[in-house]
């Protein structure tokens, strides 16, 4: 590309009309192509911005929380009662309501979406994969608080009918939607890691004599393994993070149980219980938002970094 000093010399010299035409034309794409790397950057600032914005809200506010309360006193407390007297502020409650209902979407999700990957990526004819990924692409549109109203209407009278004592707000059908709702993203992570397994290799293991479910099994999914587990824990990281189908189908009793058959809350069902606006601004009730949100926040972080830390470790590269 002509630089600015050379495309000067040019014309002062006397070039033709068409160097002239020419030099004016890679000028032109030098300052397109400034501009959209000025847009580029900008964007990428914009989100790098963001994220460093939330950083600082919540640990500005949960500094005023943590000098009113411990944290060892906020991490291993085993009641959480801050909008009651006598206000208690442990949120062990909070955090295994949301392993409780991201382990049992777990259970649900990542066989049945695995499951739906070898499918689509190694058995389903053409015509099936056309009609059942846009499925599940439309399963992954719908909007959260529409699988809430799914719960309590369709998935906690079946429980009941299977467990009669069963609560209407129970953590099991809470379990189930989220897990429901995470299928589509294991499902395209997994399908996308197996698609990268080169053909080479299933013809190899089908020149050794292999069957197809052989070649699956001990080829392909193996191969394929570090884009599956980073899937599976980005799954299990949304499910944690899931607000709307938790708090419409969990309840908002704060609760110290393993049996999923019980009305639980999550980290993320008391922050919109919280927000309402029924509390007043600046008070240790309002500040506890922001420190379960942080606690929420270092979680999902952590499960993030570890499936780049799992890819980074295991990544397979073909050439």
């Not at 601004?281 to 379960?292: D, L, Q, R, S």
Request: with cysteine.
């Amino acid at each position: 590309m002509v630089s600015e000093a050379a495309t000067g010399s040019l014309l002062a010299s006397g070039a033709k009309p068409d160097e002239r035409h020419t030099l004016a034309i890679s000028a032109a794409r030098r300052w397109k192509e400034r501009a959209v790397r000025g847009v580029l950057f900008a964007c990428g600032l914009v989100s790098v911005l963001t994220t460093a914005g939330i950083v600082i809200v919540l640990l500005w506010e949960s500094i005023g929380f943590f000098r009113d309360v411990s944290p060892w006193r906020f991490l291993t407390g085993t009641r959480w009662t801050p909008l009651f007297k006598p206000q208690n502020f442990g949120v062990l409650p909070l955090v295994a309501g949301s392993l409780l209902v991201a382990v049992g979407a777990s259970l649900i999700a990542l066989p049945v979406g695995l499951a739906s990957a070898v499918y689509l990526a190694e058995y389903a004819p053409k015509r099936a994969r056309k009609i059942l990924k846009p499925v599940l692409e439309v399963l992954a549109g719908v909007p959260t608080v529409v699988y809430g109203y799914f719960a309590l209407t369709f998935i906690t009278p079946m429980i009941r009918q299977l467990f009669p004592d069963t609560g209407v707000f129970n953590a099991a059908s809470a379990a189930i939607v989220v897990g429901i709702m995470i299928i589509p993203m294991v499902a395209s992570l997994s399908e996308d890691a197996i698609h990268a397994v080169p053909r080479s290799l299933r013809e190899a293991s089908y020149g050794l004599g292999a069957t197809k479910y052989e070649t699956v099994t001990r080829v392909v999914v193996p191969a394929a393994l570090s884009g599956i587990v980073a899937s599976f824990i980005l799954a299990v990281s949304r499910a944690i993070g899931e607000t709307m189908a938790v708090t419409l189908a969990a309840g908002a009793t704060p609760k110290l149980t393993l049996n999923p058959l019980e009305s639980i809350q999550t980290m993320t069902a008391y922050i919109v219980q919280v927000s309402l606006g029924d509390t007043p601004f600046g008070t240790i009730e309002y500040k506890t938002i922001f420190a379960v949100g942080l606690l929420l926040f270092t979680i999902t972080l952590a499960m993030n970094i570890l499936s780049r830390l799992v890819l980074r470790r295991f990544r397979e590269v073909y050439e």
